[in-house]
């Protein structure tokens, strides 16, 4: 194939990919332009087709917790491929990971492994509706639990990014039974439970959003949830696709000091190749065909490639790997902060470990509604002058921008230099 640049070959993948992409967001809709086509990637950098390399803050949307071609994570999936890349069979490293997911997350005493979040969202809506047998779920505006026909209803992520409320193709009956909440309103979702609780077999909830930005809970609001499931007969979903081995080992749960019901994984479970999970007591999962009656299935279901890099990046997610994450996260929080405040630029930066999102709104933003509120003028200025300076950001007002391991002091450094001047150019468009 001829050498073509990030524009040419955007168009001609346009000819053969839907959008020329396989996934929405990539496609630049809300930021305008070329997307820059990957080729390589190394440590916390990436380089284009172009040769222009940049600061890379997507990390393939948080999976890639120590970095791009980490070499114990290369090693074991080269390793692993010299064994077969499929089995279609019970194979040593799909039971190994299951032990170490168990060992660092209590409320999950089985797991069953698939191929992406979505699935694991899907069969574990399947799974709460077999065991309560009740037929409705809640959500909450501005989350996003995958693009299964029950999850879509004011969903974040790439609808939230596209100004999408509802995908043609999902069946109104099948949306009315999802309820939709307000992120972060107690209240609301006590009074939802209370009222319409038997019949609501699930509340699934980011415990940390990711996907209208970085959200964290308000206090008591997850502790809230927990107890009115109880009280209702529902099962708590915690969605840690995003939030699992990234916010602390145990992930959300362990930092916030909730129990689930079943939870949801994918991501950093899969070190970068394609895996999702969903677990929990063994009273729920034994219900799982061929135990039980609830029939969920996957060729490629604990993919030997795909576990072998996600045990290894889990082994490699050490105390001292957790606490090198801080500090770089810390740094350019405090970094950001200081290059917005010199260009008089009001934002609010919302981070939890790091996980990080920088909203242009000068008011702290706690639900969808408040994201939506934010500039997405002064987003795309700063998107692009950030892009033209080397640093590779989330394509969208409503994403988390994502750290690694491998973001160490000189590429913080580089990227609040590049900050300062970006401000700059965000401070010339209207609110």
Known sequence: MPLLSNAEWFERARGAIPGGVNSPVRAYRAVGGTPPVIARGEGCRVRDIEGRDYIDYVCS????????????VVAAVREAAGRGTSFGAPHPGELELAEEVRARIPSIEQLRLVSSGTEAAMSAIRLSRAATDRPRIAVFEGCYHGHSDSCLAAAGSGLATLGLPLSPGVLPEVASRTTVLPYNDANRAREFLRAEGPSVAA?????????????????????????????????????????????????????????????????????????????????????????????????????????????????????????????????????????????????TIQRCASLLTLFFTDRPVRNFQDAKGCSTGRFRAFFHAMLRKGILLPPSPYEAWFLSTAHREEAIRETISAAREAFQEAAAQPL
């Open 61 to 72: 949307w948080g999976a890639l917790l120590h970095g791009h071609a980490h070499g114990p």
């Open 203 to 347: 509340v699934l909830v980011e415990p940390v959003a990711g996907n209208m930005g970085v959200v964290p809970p308000d206090p008591g609001f997850l502790e809230t949830l927990r107890e009115e499931t109880r009280r209702a007969g529902s099962l708590l979903i915690l969605d840690e696709v995003i939030t699992g081995f990234r916010v602390a080992r145990g992930g959300a749960q362990e930092r916030f000091g909730i129990g689930p019901d079943l939870t949801l994984l994918g991501k950093i479970l899969g070190g970068g190749l394609p895996a999702g999970g969903f677990g929990g007591p063994h009273r729920l999962l034994s219900l799982l065909a061929p135990e039980g009656p609830v029939y969920q299935a996957g060729t490629l279901s604990g993919n030997p490639l795909a576990v072998a890099a996600g045990l290894t990046t889990l082994r490699e997610a050490t105390s001292q790997a957790y606490a090198a994450l801080e500090r770089s996260a810390t740094a350019l929080e405090s970094g950001l902060r200081a290059a917005a405040a010199s260009a008089s630029v009001p934002c």
